[in-house]
């Protein structure tokens, strides 16, 4: 799939067929990861595969604003280090679009989880065993799309409305 058609096409999904991910595709998703870019190029992030399915279900119910974490056959959890992160979330959040639009080209879909409360956070952290200076940003869970996602975006403005060409309010003019 070309990167454009990628962008796109790509939606969130929330429910998964059971099949696995491959050791080689999980390897691809990190990689994509890695080469993100980040802030002064300090790299804070890390990145915790997680397969077991009762970790995951355990995640799934600790995660309100995620149940669906359960129900995938594999997850990563995302997290950046804050002794050296200027921004982790800019920073996480670069590295989490690439791998989801990794994920899409590779016929996976994932959804953002987030957490409602320090509590929650502070139990998934200690489930993966993730040490109190990675700030936890996120666990995505990652899946084969079924056959009925098809990739039709929802309805978005139209450029007009939010690109301006060198000053707010004018209109950007489409080639």
């Known amino acids: 799939m070309e990167v454009f058609d990628a962008l796109r ?34 790299q804070p992030w890390h990145f915790v595969v997680i397969t077991k399915r ?8 600790i995660a309100t604003g995620g ?8 997850a990563i959890a995302f997290g950046a280090d804050k002794r050296i992160a200027d921004r982790p979330e800019l920073d996480i959040g670069r590295a989490l679009q690439q ?44 899946g084969y799309r079924h056959d009925d996602v098809k990739g039709t975006r929802r309805k978005r403005k139209p450029l007009s409305e939010v690109a301006h060409s060198e000053r707010f309010g004018q209109p950007y003019a489409a080639p």
């Open 9 to 42: 096409t790509r939606l969130t999904v929330r429910r998964f067929k059971p099949d696995p991910v491959p050791d080689d595709v999980v390897h691809k998703l990190l990689q994509v990861g890695l080469w993100s870019p980040s802030s002064r190029n300090l």
């Open 67 to 74: 149940p669906f974490l359960a129900d995938a056959p594999m």
């Open 99 to 142: 791998v989801e639009v990794f994920a899409w080209s590779e016929g996976m879909g994932t959804c953002f989880v987030g957490f409602r409360n320090l509590g929650q956070i502070a139990a998934a952290k200690e489930i993966i065993g993730m040490p109190e200076e990675i700030e936890l940003i996120t666990i995505m869970p990652f």
């Open 54 to 61: 009762d970790t995951l279900q355990t995640l799934g119910r």
